[in-house]
């Protein structure tokens, strides 16, 4: 069976979602399924059955950053890189369920994405200051 | 030396009946995936998602049915009763977003080899009850965990959900959310108008190979109060009965000397639930 984010980095091009765990730990290759976020290494494309989101989906590839890929440079989120694509669609995916989230909020919908460069502060401030939430 | 790969065969039933068949003959029930797709991924494997027979939560009296493609997010947004707040409980705390997105009761259930999944403790401590994809009638759910009946499709899970019940769930892990229990926990008690425990079941998941439920821990809840101190000392006794496994992520010694806070913590989710 292949998993989805072969099919959209092998077969697509789409190389925003990364493949990291493989064990669908890590969130680095979190798309949007439907209105939901998933581990795409451990959906099988057989269960794709409703429109996918990827990182390449959240803004038109030559119009501005979403706000909260504006926020997560502003606030020093992005380091390495590697873990961004999948927090980029998992804070977004939150924010629509939830567009006045807590702190606490935030991060519970951040558990299944890891980040070994931030320690999460200036993500989760990201999140929050999309969200229009910008702390003083 | 011969090498054979087989490439995965998928089937989608158009029915359930079609779908029963082919669990009969050997192919593997494929649900959310999140557990097949981390093993090998080969031989025959049914696609149960277009059967809406397995989907949705439905209430009979005091009984609820929830279909074994009910996920994780769907039972933790669900608004049980107090007598199954520990199911909503499990289903919130497993694992993170992604997974809960997908991952299946049914699944959940039917992933041998899963010590730590966290709806089977829950589901013990709730007495429930499985529909399989035969004639027969439900079959109790530990009964079904000891034999690991081979060709069985685990159609719909029955738990009941009298007046005056409440359960509760807690989970220990060694980091933060997200990750596998290293024990979990899960009680449900009946207690009289003077808050006495009448009838208590209790279930350990994540220490023994499969999880459980822990009659020595139920006998040292009966007959008094839920309080903490009777919540640790349930803790106590269940880990004397249990034999906890050594794993890369714990001990089994320190499964067994985390019982009891997680007994506590269960037991004041469930002490929290209106009656």
């Known amino acids: 069976m292949t998993p989805l ?8 091009g789409l190389r925003g979602a990364k493949a990291g765990c493989g064990e669908g ?45 504006d926020a997560l440079l502003e606030h020093g989120g992005v380091q390495c890189g590697a ?25 519970a919908g951040l558990t299944g994405n890891i980040c070994r460069c931030t320690g999460y502060q200036k993500i ?11 702390q003083p | 030396m011969t090498l054979s790969l087989t490439a995965a065969q998928l089937h989608g039933p158009t029915s359930l009946a079609e779908a029963v068949r082919l669990v009969a003959g050997g192919a593997v029930p494929l649900a959310g995936g999140t557990w097949i797709m981390r093993g090998p991924r080969a031989g025959d494997h049914v696609v149960l998602a277009g059967l809406a027979e397995l989907h949705g939560v439905a209430t ?26 520990a199911l909503r409980t499990a289903a919130a705390e497993s694992a993170f977003p992604q997974v809960r997105n997908v991952a299946t009761v049914g699944g959940n259930i039917g992933a041998a080899g899963f010590a730590e999944a966290d709806l089977v403790p829950a589901l013990l401590a709730l007495d429930a009850r499985l529909r399989l994809g035969d004639a027969g009638g439900a079959v109790p759910l530990a009964g079904y965990l000891a034999a690991r009946p081979a060709g069985a499709l685990v159609v719909a899970v029955e738990v009941d959900a009298p007046a005056g019940r409440t359960s509760g769930f ?31 079941r209790v279930a350990v998941g994540a ?30 006794a269940a880990a004397a009965g249990l034999h906890p496994r050594d794993a890369p992520d714990a001990p089994g010694w320190y499964r067994a000397a985390v019982l009891p806070a997680v007994f506590e913590r269960a037991a004041a989710r469930a002490a929290e639930e209106p009656r």
Do not use: F, N
Not at chain 1, 5 to 12: E, I, K
Not at chain 2, 60 to 70: I, P
Not at chain 2, 174 to 184: L, M
Not at chain 2, 212 to 225: D, F, I, N, T
């Open chain 1, 5 to 12: 984010l072969d099919v959209l980095r092998d077969r697509l």
């Open chain 1, 25 to 69: 730990r890590c969130g680095a290759c979190t798309v949007r399924l439907g209105d939901r976020t998933v581990a795409s290494c451990l959906l099988p494309t057989v269960l794709a059955t409703e429109p996918v989101t990827t990182v390449e989906g959240i803004a038109p590839p030559d119009g501005p950053l979403h706000p909260v890929q």
């Open chain 1, 83 to 107: 873990c961004i694509p999948g927090m980029v669609v998992s804070i977004c995916t939150l924010l629509e369920s939830d567009p006045d989230p807590d702190e606490a909020t935030v991060r």
């Open chain 1, 124 to 134: 989760v401030e990201a999140a929050l200051a999309a969200a229009g939430k910008d």
């Open chain 2, 60 to 85: 009979a009296g005091d009984t609820v049915v929830v279909g074994a493609l009910a996920t994780h997010a769907e039972l933790a947004r669900h608004a049980w009763p107090p007598a199954l707040a």
């Open chain 2, 170 to 200: 807690a989970r220990q892990t060694v980091r933060g959310g997200g990750e596998y229990a290293i024990a979990s926990v899960a009680l449900a008690v009946d207690r009289d108008a003077a808050g006495v425990v009448t009838a208590a």
């Open chain 2, 207 to 236: 220490v023994e190979p499969v999880a459980r439920r822990c009659p020595e821990a139920e006998s040292a809840l009966v007959g008094a109060p839920l309080t903490a101190a009777s919540a640790r000392a349930a803790g106590a």
